[in-house]
């Protein structure tokens, strides 16, 4: 622009800074999983150009450059893979402040915790004091009641265990190659290579298709092993066997189309009929092409079903292909890719052909004559070549043995009834106890408790094994995280029963059957052990998320504990809640506020570490990614829940209660509406507008008319 004889240049966007010295790249290094294309980790090499000297140095993922005030970034990659994108920012005072004052606000919460004459020090000190008094109270009650114990022995102390879709066997098992389970149990030690790269034990991968195929952990007599040799052995021969599962949600009319049999099963050649030129067609195909067209609001439980058959027949497709059978290294390959009969590219690998051929006629000559020593021998040959040709990618003989055990086990589903059972024995004899103390039930609730302790200890000792199979922290994906989430609400619940009263430990206990009920209940948390995107590659992974996810184990706790106080409301009289409103209720009251005074502290904690891992991976703190937002809300949400004490006319239990229970819908929001419903950096999802999943109706509806009930009778209790 000229004006008076001047040229003025107007720009729009980030202004230009000129840096006091050059960078130069001289290669950008991209490392995939073996086998795949899924990035492991990318860094670019470069060169530092000042004042006539070059400096060589590595940038990646969590590792920055800094130079002379400025930061330089790992931020992403042109798409072809041959250049690099860095971010890059220069504010060293306003880092160095911003930390100092993070560091003062830790300290602060902290010192809250533990400092004399805090609140949560003055709620701490009440539970001793209640502690007194109810030794008091508990005398003189036994003196009165006369240790009435034969009302509270007939408990179901030896509840059976609900029965398990995991392990139901279909109607008519097919019969086929008779594998020996001895010999399916060294297969199930070979190792495979998955589409992510990621190096297993056989059994895991033949879990992870079955599960997805059929919705099972066995087949007829067969266990994962057997079936998954049997039918990459002969898939033709399993083209007839009703092994396709049929979900109920699509209808009675997808049934019939399908052909499924009572048990909600099809088989591959049940979905196909000939053309007009004798070409097999999926007799789903227009049903799944106007599903798969349709946004995901707008999918019907028809469509979502048609479109998860599919998914199931494009498995059955992989198993035909051999996509899961991929046990055989390439000699020299430099990506460290394994191949089934066929390479990538659906040709013939004469190699590996060589290597799987002897061994598949050996287990078909066995399953005739039952020798399986021949069977045996070539199988260790496998496992041979693996470790000669794939050493450098094979985990350790440890690993496999234990995720072999923990597959064998399965331990999170029946941590899941166990826990349903220790946590709702103790919710029933709660309320006996505080009706009715008796001193041997007092003995029994606390055995029960000692138990429930047992599984305690083996579910830590699970996320343990988890961590060393898969090399990070056992939080990294959203089963991972619910199954860490239990754990903490349990060890809430533990760390914060002091006082004998049985509803604190077991509204820890129901945090666990709530959360490991969805992790098992649904088809969006798959156990399958994944690898870690580049950016969770990182110490970060284990000080920002667990702190982060145990703060959800804490609000998970009060929410429980706001419940069964709604209930007493609800089922007590006024003598009784006279009696307890004092003492028992108290109690529980005190316990939920510390817990939400502890998960909020977490939270806050952990959000504010998570602007420094933010700013030390990519230059800054905030970004308003969904789930940044959300924390933040849920943060605010908590804050007003823990201050309604001071507020006049919010003061009572009732209304704490009822707050701190719809409060953890945005704990909800914050997990899996982010995960699953929202998109952005913490999303496991696309962002389209998804059906809203009816429990969530179920809960709202729940907890509205809880609420009304107890408001209502809290109302008649504390009438004068």
């Not at 067209?293 to 027949?313: C, F, G, H, W």
């Not at 007003?640 to 919010?650: E, I, K, N, T």
Request: proline letters at 4%.
């Amino acid at each position: 622009v000229t004006l008076d004889g001047l040229n003025i240049i107007l720009g729009f966007g980030p202004k230009v800074y000129q840096t006091p010295f050059a960078l130069k790249l001289d290669d950008f290094v991209m490392e995939t999983y073996p086998g795949s294309n899924s990035p492991s980790a990318y860094e670019s090499h470069i060169q530092i150009i000042d004042e006539g000297k070059q400096t060589p140095y590595k940038i990646f993922m969590n590792h920055v450059l800094n130079h002379k005030g400025y930061r330089f970034f790992q931020a992403s990659f042109d798409p072809d893979r041959q250049g690099t994108v860095l971010s890059v920012n220069h504010d060293f005072w306003g880092t160095l402040i911003t930390y100092i004052g993070y560091t003062l606000l830790f300290l602060g919460l902290f010192v809250t915790l533990f400092w004399r004459g805090t609140h949560f020090w003055k709620l701490n000190r009440s539970l001793g004091e209640i502690a007194a008094k109810k030794v008091t109270i508990l005398l003189l009650l036994l003196s009165f009641l006369g240790f009435n114990a034969q009302n509270t022995d007939n408990h179901q102390h030896d509840a059976a265990a609900p029965n398990t879709t995991a392990t139901q066997t279909p109607a008519q098992p097919a019969a086929h190659l008779e594998i020996s389970k001895e010999h399916a149990d060294k297969f199930g030690y070979l190792l495979v290579q998955g589409f992510d790269g990621r190096i297993e034990p056989m059994n895991s991968q033949a879990l992870d298709v079955l599960r997805k195929m059929a919705k099972k952990e066995k087949w007829g007599d067969l266990n994962a092993n057997q079936w998954f040799l049997s039918i990459n052995l002969n898939p033709m021969a399993w083209m007839n066997d009703p092994i396709i599962k049929i979900g109920s949600s699509g209808g009675e009319e997808l049934l019939k189309k399908a052909k499924a049999n009572e048990d909600g099963y099809t088989s591959m050649m049940n979905l196909f009929v000939s053309d007009g030129q004798g070409m097999p067609r999926f007799i789903l195909e227009d049903d799944f092409n106007i599903a798969f067209r349709k946004k995901p609001a707008e999918q019907s439980k028809y469509d979502l079903e048609v479109i998860a058959i599919n998914e199931r027949v494009q498995i059955f497709y992989g198993i035909l292909s051999g996509q899961y059978f991929r046990i055989i290294p390439i000699q020299n390959d430099p990506n460290h890719t394994w191949n089934s009969w066929l390479d990538q590219e659906q040709k013939a690998d004469a190699q590996a052909q060589n290597v799987i051929a002897p061994y598949f006629l050996s287990v078909i000559d066995a399953s005739k004559n039952n020798n399986w020593t021949k069977a045996d021998a070539e199988l260790a040959k496998v496992q041979q070549y693996q470790k000669t040709w794939g050493k450098t990618v094979i985990p350790d003989e440890s690993k496999i043995n234990i995720e072999v055990l923990l597959n064998t086990l399965n331990l999170n589903f029946y941590l899941l009834i166990f826990y349903t059972l220790i946590g709702g024995l103790l919710i029933v004899l709660g309320f006996i106890e505080l009706f009715k103390p008796n001193k041997i039930l007092h003995k029994i609730i606390k055995i029960i408790i000692y138990i429930g302790v047992v599984g305690y200890v083996l579910h830590f000792l699970g996320l343990i094994a988890r961590w060393y199979i898969s090399g990070h922290a056992p939080w990294s994906n959203g089963y991972e995280a619910i199954v860490f989430i239990s754990w903490v609400g349990i060890s809430a619940g533990l760390m914060l029963y002091r006082n004998s009263n049985a509803l604190i430990p077991a509204a820890g206990f129901m945090v666990a059957v709530i959360m490991m009920g969805f992790a098992h209940g649904t088809s969006q948390l798959d156990p399958q052990i994944t690898p870690l995107v580049p950016v969770l590659k990182s110490y970060w992974l284990i000080v920002h998320v667990a702190i982060i996810v145990s703060s959800y184990g804490f609000f998970a706790l009060s929410m429980i504990i706001a419940v069964i106080c709604l209930l007493f409301y609800i089922i007590a009289d006024k003598k009784s809640y006279e009696e307890h409103n004092r003492v028992s209720l108290k109690e529980l009251t005190i316990v939920s506020e510390m817990s939400l005074t502890i998960g909020l502290f977490a939270l806050v904690v952990g959000v504010f570490l998570g602007g420094v891992w933010a700013n030390e991976s990519w230059g800054r703190y905030w970004s308003w990614d969904p789930k940044e937002t959300w924390a933040f809300i849920s943060t605010i949400i908590y804050a007003f829940v823990l201050h309604m004490r001071l507020v006049p006319g919010l003061r009572g239990r009732w209304a704490f209660h009822v707050a701190a229970m719809f409060a953890f819908c945005s704990m909800v929001m914050t997990y899996f509406g982010v995960n699953y419903y929202l998109s952005g950096l913490h999303s496991y999802a696309a962002g389209d507008p998804v059906p809203v999943p009816a429990w969530v109706y179920i809960s709202a509806s729940f907890m509205i008319l809880l609420s009304v009930g107890s408001y209502i009778k809290y109302k008649v209790l504390n009438k004068k």
